[in-house]
């Protein structure tokens, strides 16, 4: 089959989404090092550039280079699905330049200015100092106007092309994402209603709109890697819908355990929480089921690698490690611990990281009208050496979380005498000296796949000749 | 690429189905998410002055709680810890600070915990980074407490005192080699956080932290 496609502009968007998220994705090693490495010198860069400094830029980073690949990956698929080039495209790329700009400045201000004074102002134009939602006020607003284009360009191409089910669930996400991203733009001196508020973002997003966007790329990939047939995949795809959807929305419950909210939330929250991996199952057996049907024929040996690890790292990151800590009975042990570390560590590589790396390689492969791009020896050491080192992290952080739900909580009763003593134990700072070992393997991956990013295409033509 | 298109063969393979279905589940699942979140709302709401001095128990007291003593007690009937305000109790020489005056310096302490960015060390509520203690009862704790080390480093001989004298200059008081570093905090934003972190503890937070500084030889004095 012929991968030749039209230059489509909303294809070249989507290459530059895809860059800056590389770009970001590069700061987030950086600066998770630079936490890791205090954890294990904490002197290091003390009162210049804080733990807390470098944390904030680790996981606002994180968030907005997978914002960015996703944004980009919807801008890729959309003329191929509807068949039409993206209505509103130069709109669409002065947003993004505009969002460029606004992260450039917001990561600056993160870095030079860091914290301000107790006002206002400082929500406003410095920090907004809730985690993950760091974005000052200002930032907020803008990052919800490119949103707004984003999906006003994708709402308007549906609409005027051909309408399929992969874009019919990227639209009811979409609306999903934006809208939540709203609920965490107040301030409240009710610290409890702020995290009540704040978990309707974090959670519903992570939880539930991107793992259903997940299931939008998986179907999408399948279909253009292996050929898989349209309608099995946008069954699954609906099945993937309603599970994620119905575990997922009151699976939140696992969040408002001990945040000062009622305690019926401990039955509903361990109920639909448990029940969240269930769809994660369901498309680890979905990729492995068309993998079969296909005979493992694909086109793009690295975009597949990328979905296997997705399928797998979806299930464990966010399925089983999630799982592991998420009844009431438990979490009031490991609750604030680095056992959190480790699940979100394996849960947003697994889940957001490997899918959207693939799709980086399927529109490096089809842009280039590369008829079967296979992997390169640094393909296959890049995936390799990302997962070991991701997978490392995870083992090692889980690892000294054990020793913070005994240690620290069930022996010393969560003082703070409790805390260091806990920090302090043997097995806890090896967990700590691994998990910066295995960052550092994670970055060696990192820069192998940058390599891969930048010379597959050129290689696999020159292969083809 | 081949397009077939199968008949399907009965419901459970037929995408019309799977995607009412993700419909239907969905907008259920959301509709029971918004009726406890108007439940949880109400519950949730910030309590009164005149709810503390009538000794109305809210899960969310109003800032007012400062002119309180505030307690962890162990609750036979709800199986876990939970605050208990008892009597008044003197917060920086006083202990009639009116509900604007309370409102104030806990709106100071919560906008000086965000823009001092705490929550990227800390935990606050179990949720934030893991660089640092839990600040959820952090007001409650024995080290703040007399004869704890905070006050002996501070030379302070209350909890609201060498909170106020340490926030300023924390580097200098280093209980362990980790150190909190020096965020500019002024007297009067640290006044706001320790009205913040005192409100915190008097949260119901359903028992976390467990068996908070209750376990024998938990400390070291």
């Known amino acids: ?465 | 690429m081949s397009e077939e298109h199968n008949e399907p063969e009965s419901v459970w393979t037929s995408n019309r189905f799977w995607s009412r279905s993700a419909g239907w589940v969905t907008g259920f699942s959301a509709v029971l998410l918004i009726l406890l979140t108007m439940d949880t709302l109400g519950q949730i709401t910030m309590g009164s002055a005149e709810d503390l001095a009538n000794k109305v128990t809210k899960r969310v007291p109003s800032a007012s709680v400062i002119n309180y003593k505030v307690t962890y007690e162990y609750s036979a009937a709800r199986g876990h810890e939970v605050p208990v305000i008892g009597d008044k109790e003197l917060f920086f020489g006083r202990s009639d600070y009116s509900e604007t005056e309370a409102n104030a310096l806990l709106e100071k302490g919560k906008l000086t915990s965000q823009s001092k960015n705490c929550m990227n060390c800390h935990t606050l509520l179990g949720n934030g980074a893991y660089y640092a203690p839990d600040l959820t009862k952090a007001w409650l704790d024995p080290a703040w407490q007399t004869g704890g080390v905070m006050q002996g480093m501070t030379g302070t001989t209350s909890p609201d005192e060498a909170m106020l004298v340490f926030f300023q200059n924390p580097d200098k008081y280093a209980s362990h080699s980790r150190r909190m570093p020096n965020l500019g905090i002024t007297a009067e934003e640290a006044k706001g956080l320790v009205a913040f972190l005192k409100q915190m503890s008097s949260i119901d937070t359903n028992g976390f932290p467990r068996n908070f500084n209750k376990i024998q030889g938990s400390t070291q004095k």
Do not use: C
């Open chain 1, 1 to 465: 089959m012929s991968i030749a496609t039209p230059k489509y502009l909303s294809q070249s968007l989507a290459m530059k989404y895809f860059f800056v998220a590389v770009v970001l994705f590069g700061a987030q090693l950086v600066m998770g090092l630079i936490a890791a490495y205090q954890f294990v010198n904490p002197e290091f860069l003390f009162n210049v550039f804080n733990f807390s400094t470098a944390r904030m830029v680790h996981i606002n980073a994180l968030v907005v280079w997978m914002l960015y690949a996703m944004i980009g990956s919807a801008y890729w698929m959309l003329p191929e699905e509807t068949g039409i080039e993206t209505v509103g495209v130069k709109l669409g790329t002065l947003g993004f330049y505009v969002l460029t700009l606004a992260v450039t400045v917001v990561v600056g201000v993160f870095i030079l200015v860091q914290v301000g004074p107790g006002t206002d102002a400082s929500i406003w134009l410095i920090n907004e100092g809730r985690e993950y939602l760091e974005a000052p006020r200002w930032a907020d607003i803008g990052i919800t106007v490119v949103v707004l284009i984003f999906v006003y360009n994708v709402f308007a191409t549906v609409m005027k092309g051909k309408r399929t089910g992969i874009t019919t669930v990227l639209m009811a996400d979409l609306i999903a994402l934006a809208g939540l991203y709203l609920a965490g733009m107040f301030y409240t001196s009710n610290i409890t209603m702020d995290q009540f508020w704040w978990w309707w973002v974090i959670h519903l997003w992570v939880e539930a709109t991107w793992e259903v966007f997940v299931g939008v790329l998986i179907a999408y990939g399948l279909i253009k890697v292996m050929g898989a047939n349209r309608q099995i995949v946008e069954m699954w795809l609906w099945i993937e819908v309603t599970m994620l959807f119905g575990s997922g929305i009151l699976g939140m419950g696992h969040h408002y355990f001990w945040i000062g909210t009622p305690e019926y939330w401990w039955e509903i929250g361990a109920l639909f929480s448990a029940l969240e991996p269930v769809p994660l199952v369901g498309m680890l057996v979905h990729v492995i089921y068309d993998m079969g049907k296909h005979n493992g024929k694909v086109n793009n040996g690295p975009a597949f690698s990328w979905f296997i690890v997705n399928a797998f790292g979806n299930f464990l990151g966010a399925g089983v490690w999630g799982f592991m800590h998420t009844l009431p009975q438990i979490n009031i042990y490991t609750h604030g611990s680095q056992f959190t570390a480790g699940h979100g560590h394996l849960a947003f590589y697994g889940a957001y990281a490997t899918i959207l790396i693939g799709m980086m390689y399927v529109a490096i492969q089809r842009r280039n009208n590369i008829e079967e791009m296979r992997s390169t020896a640094t393909s296959k050491w890049a995936v390799s050496l990302i997962t070991i080192g991701v997978l490392g992290m995870t083992v090692a952080l889980t690892l000294s979380g054990y020793v913070q739900a005994f240690v620290e909580r069930a022996e010393y009763g969560a003082t703070w005498d409790g805390y260091f003593i806990a920090q302090g134990a043997t097995w806890f700072t090896q967990g700590i000296d691994w998990r910066l070992a295995m960052g550092v393997v994670t970055l060696i991956g990192f820069l192998l796949l940058v390599k891969d990013l930048l010379t597959i295409a050129k290689r696999s033509k020159a292969l083809a000749k």
